[in-house]
């Protein structure tokens, strides 16, 4: 059972925090789907950081992160004290703990400000030993855990104590977080390195999207005990420029990964529960043109819907918009074609 997006002080009964299910509603039948390698909110998260890909597009879908510019992430960047915070803020809708008590490193006109504040009422964090937060410095993986642990506490979830035997570098962690970091490890939140934790190293903002999409994501493990379990049948998943954040694709097989174009049998769902039964997987062989009023494919003449997307899959998202008269052809496409009518063409340059 997962266990459904908790804010801050609810109480955690096995089960209890799941939303009750109801008639799902038929998103799309036949027609194309895709399933992203690439971010489809960054041009930057991909090649090289695929590892992170559903987690920052989950995050970023949720208005959790933002680039540092526009279409940029930065994924390799560290990752301040304050902007974990303000993430945390986000994640766990602090906003009802904002109070005129923060540290007096924090500007009262810093963006971070208000999340820091709740965060420091909800002791979630504490300053140094001269009370302040240094909110600007870049955030080691031990105190991101820490912080991290302390927030999932407040929204009443218990954590059994965890251990710390698997990492070779465990005598390095500050006798502080040892607790929190062996009760995150245990509960498949944070994982290792080639075996070390890395506790003094700073986070980057890839890093840091994996470890808190999967607090986010985690299950009762039928004892009542949190766990994050990946599961290689769940995606981030496209219809044109409509982005479905974790589908469960019924029909994988143990193991199965999805990347690209695949048909479509049927998907369901609504709110955030959603469900694909995915056919074949599809190649962009077909030649497309569009000369502001007609559109062929493979030279016959199709039916086109008025709202139809052409969308660029060299990144997902980079090039999106309605169909453009090219004077030539979409070289590299598929079409997506439901109920006899082209609802989108997805294509590479």
Same mark, same amino acid.
């Given at each position: ?154 929204? @009443? /979830?218990?954590?059994? $104590? ?6 070779? *570098? ?6 502080? =977080? !040892? +607790? ?79 990347? @690209? /174009?695949?048909?479509? $049998? ?6 955030? *529960? ?6 074949? =997987? !599809? +190649? ?66």
């Amino acid at each position: 059972m997962r266990i459904k997006w908790l804010s801050l002080f609810s109480v955690f009964v096995a089960g209890s925090m799941l939303l009750h299910a109801s008639a799902a509603q038929v998103i799309q039948k036949d027609g194309l789907v895709f399933v992203p390698e690439h971010s489809v909110f960054f041009a930057d998260v991909g090649e090289g950081h695929r590892w992170a890909v559903q987690s920052v597009d989950y995050l970023a879908n949720h208005n959790i992160v933002s680039g540092t510019e526009r279409l940029v992430y930065s994924p390799a960047e560290t990752l301040t004290r304050a902007d974990f915070v303000t993430m945390l803020a986000r994640a766990y809708q602090m906003s009802d703990y904002v109070s005129a008590d923060n540290f007096p490193d924090v500007p009262d006109n810093a963006y971070y400000s208000e999340a820091v504040s709740a965060a420091k009422n909800l002791g979630i964090i504490s300053g140094d030993s001269d009370g302040n937060f240094r909110p600007t410095d870049p955030l080691t993986r031990q105190d991101a855990m820490v912080m991290l642990r302390r927030t999932l506490g407040r929204t @009443g /979830l218990f954590f059994p $104590e965890g251990s710390l035997a698997a990492f070779s *570098d465990a005598e390095s962690i500050a006798p502080y =977080a !040892r +607790t929190d970091i062996a009760a995150l490890a245990a509960a498949g939140v944070i994982s290792g390195t080639n075996g070390k934790l890395n506790p003094t190293s700073s986070v980057t903002r890839a890093e840091m999207a994996v470890m808190l999409y999967r607090a986010l994501l985690l299950e009762d493990d039928g004892s009542g005990n949190p766990v994050y379990v990946n599961r290689s049948n769940v995606v981030n998943l496209c219809i044109g420029n409509a982005f479905y954040p974790n589908v469960t694709i019924e029909n994988a097989t143990e193991g199965q990964t999805f990347a @690209g /174009l695949y048909v479509c $049998e049927e998907m369901t769902g609504e709110g955030e *529960d959603f469900t694909a039964t995915l056919g074949d =997987a !599809r +190649t962009l062989d077909q030649q497309v043109v569009w000369d502001g009023s007609v559109l062929t494919v493979d030279g016959q003449t199709v039916t086109v819907a008025e709202d139809c997307d052409a969308i660029c899959i060299d990144p997902y998202g980079s090039i999106s918009g309605g169909l453009v008269s090219t004077g030539g052809e979409y070289q590299s496409a598929a079409v997506s074609v439901t109920n006899g009518v082209v609802t989108a063409v997805y294509y590479t340059k």
